[in-house]
Structure formats: C-alpha cells, structure tokens
C-alpha cells in the first residue's frame, strides 16, 4: 500500500515538474512573441527581416499521452470526490481538444504554404487552359450529328443548359473567394493583434499563479488547460502568418481560374446558343415537312 502511494505521489510530482516547465516556458515565449512583434512594427526595423521565435519548447512538454495519463490518475484517486474529478477531467479533455486543434491549425498553415510554393505552375496550367479556351469555336451544329431529331437535340440541349448552370456558379464562387481574399490580409494582422493580446492576458495569470506545489488538482488542470489553449493561440497566429505571406501567389492563382471560368462560361453559353437555333430551325423545318 505504501509503495502505491509512493508511486502515486511520484506521478504527480512528475506532473508537476512538466506543469512547472511549461508554465516557465510560456513566460518566455509570451516575451518573445511580444518582442517579435514589436521589431516588426517599429520604423527602425522596417527595412530588417523581423526575428522570428524559436518554437516554443515549454508548450512540447504538453502532450496528449501526458495529459491522458493524467486523466487516468485522476479517475483513480479515491481521494478526490466524483464532482472534483468532474471538473478537472473536463479541463483535461478540454486541453486534449485544444491539442487536437493545434494540429488542425498547424495542418492548415503547411496546406496555406504548399499552395503558394505551387502556384507558379498552376498558374501556368490555367493560362494554357484560357489560351485553348480562347482558341476553341464552338461546333455549328451544337455537337449533334446531321440530321437528328428535334427530341434528340432538345435532350442534347437540356444536358449543355445543365452544364452552363454549373459553369457560371463554378465562376460565381471563384470571383467570391476573390472578394473574401482580397480583404484577407488586414484581416488577418487584426486577428493576429487579438490573438497576441490574448496570449499575453494568459501569460500574466501564469506568471501571477501561485507555485506549483501550492496548486490544487483542480488549479493544475487549469492550469494544463491554459498551457494547451496557449498551444493553440500560437497555431492560429502562425497559420494567420502563413495566411499573409502566402496571400499574393494564392489571389493571383484565383484571379487566372476566374478568367478562365468566365470564358468556359461563355463558351458554354455559345454551346447552348447555337443548339436553341439549331433546334428552332429543325422544328421549322418538321412543320414545313407535314404542310408539305
């Protein structure tokens, strides 16, 4: 029984150690952000690349297995009432979910990054495509064979509408996503702003947080769960960085597929166009045969 209780203090004590490390590690990092985005404002710097933050070692510490164990300490401690370990389950999970969140975010910035690397080739594949476009005439007879049927070209008809309708919302959306992307960037270092202000509130209650052996279970978890939420304020102002620095080659991309959708539209239109007359002149030319 003694040793399971040695074991058990043992545990806590090594969470302690890793809340203590982390907590500490946040102090620095939230100075480092701050300095950072100080540099980067101030005229003196204006015309230096600003200093970038090493990524922020106190918050690995954070990991979901430790914080899963953590849960299950808890769960097995006799010693805590089943409301107590309610409450400090739930900021465990709630860090899990932040966790799960940083990946998110972190998966989105590589995504955001890769698509700038890659849009000077797409961007040539879409003018290639707006070149053939431009090039392309659409077939007199709308595509059918010579002499078909006034039901065949209305079902030949009805199928070219169907494709002109989802040509011009394809463009529809594209010119949106260049109305939301043009605004993006202001966007984007206001957000940052917020974040970092935020950042720096958790940083003090940290700091100001009495010492790790003074906190309770149920302070620790908050205080993992704040760590956590840390984690993923610093995913989010790196993905809105992503988001900035990838923006010009993105917006260009957008603009060459919204020249490309607008004339595949007007292709289609023409399409659909020269079917209408096509069909018109069969018809009259059915009723001309039955007068006839």
Request: aromatic share 2%; proline share 3%.
């Amino acid at each position: 029984m003694e040793w399971l209780q040695t074991g058990s203090a043992m545990r806590r004590w090594s969470a302690a150690v890793w809340l203590l490390a982390a907590a500490a590690a946040l102090c620095l990092w939230v100075s480092s952000r701050d300095a950072s985005a100080q540099s980067s404002t101030s005229p003196e710097s204006s015309s230096e690349v600003p200093e970038v933050a090493e990524p922020l070692s106190g918050l690995s510490l954070i990991s979901a297995s430790e914080i899963e164990a953590q849960i299950a300490v808890v769960r097995g401690d006799d010693t805590l009432p089943d409301s107590l370990k309610q409450e400090i389950v739930a900021n465990y999970e709630a860090a899990l979910e932040f966790l799960r969140l940083v990946t998110s975010e972190r998966e989105t910035a590589a995504t955001l990054a890769a698509t700038a690397e890659s849009a000077a080739e797409q961007i040539r594949e879409v003018e290639r495509e707006i070149a053939g476009l431009r090039l392309a005439a659409p077939e007199a007879d709308g595509g059918v064979s010579p002499g078909a049927s006034v039901e065949d070209i209305s079902d030949r008809l009805l199928v070219e509408r169907t494709k002109a309708t989802a040509l011009r919302e394809r463009a529809s959306a594209v010119e949106a996503q260049i109305a939301q992307q043009e605004a993006r960037p202001a966007e984007a270092r206001e957000a940052q702003l917020a974040l970092r202000a935020d950042l720096g509130q958790l940083g003090a209650e940290v700091t100001a947080s009495p010492p790790i052996a003074e906190l309770t279970e149920l302070d620790k978890s908050l205080q993992v769960r704040n760590l956590s939420f840390a984690a993923l304020l610093d995913a989010r102002i790196d993905r809105l960085d992503s988001e900035v620095l990838s923006h010009a080659p993105r917006l260009a991309l957008l603009r060459a597929q919204a020249e490309a959708a607008r004339l595949a539209v007007t292709r289609q239109e023409d399409i659909v166009r020269s079917l209408e007359e096509l069909l018109s002149s069969t018809r009259q030319a059915a009723a001309e045969d039955l007068q006839a």
